[in-house]
């Protein structure tokens, strides 16, 4: 059982930059790949960007690449998201996932575990 705990969310102007992190439990947290994942009001969840559980591969969705980085620490059990040049379609619930496997995924049904989000609003 893993369980995940996101932070670093707020409120910030467009334009501006947050770092999110999700902190997971357990002493295997190498052996996962990670996941971010976001929800804005009355839309389905979305893949944002996702890590090989080395850190070796990365994966953004169109709507962020170039603007956000996802990394991992895995002494610290901790994954990031570096969100900078923040839009107003930023804006949303942004929520951490693990999948059992080394390989990531943008696919939101192959990850087993989430955490309960945190939320990022963007001003404009």
């Known amino acids: 059982q893993v369980q995940l705990v996101e932070s670093g969310g707020g409120l910030v102007q467009a334009g501006g930059s947050l770092r999110l992190s999700c902190v997971a439990s357990?002493?295997?947290?190498?052996?996962?790949?990670m996941g971010w994942f976001r929800q804005a009001p009355g839309k389905e969840r979305e893949f944002v960007a996702a890590i090989s559980w080395s850190g070796s591969n990365t994966y953004y969705s169109d709507s962020v690449k170039g603007r956000f980085t996802i990394s991992r620490d895995n002494a610290k059990n901790t994954v990031y998201l570096q969100m900078n040049s923040l839009k107003s379609e930023d804006t949303a619930v942004y929520l951490c996932?693990?999948?059992?496997?080394?390989?990531?995924?943008?696919?939101?049904?192959?990850?087993?575990?989430w955490g309960q989000g945190t939320q990022v609003t963007v001003s404009s």
């Open positions: 357990g002493r295997t947290f190498s052996s996962y790949a």
């Open positions: 996932a693990a999948r059992s496997s080394p390989w990531s995924s943008y696919r939101r049904y192959d990850y087993d575990y």
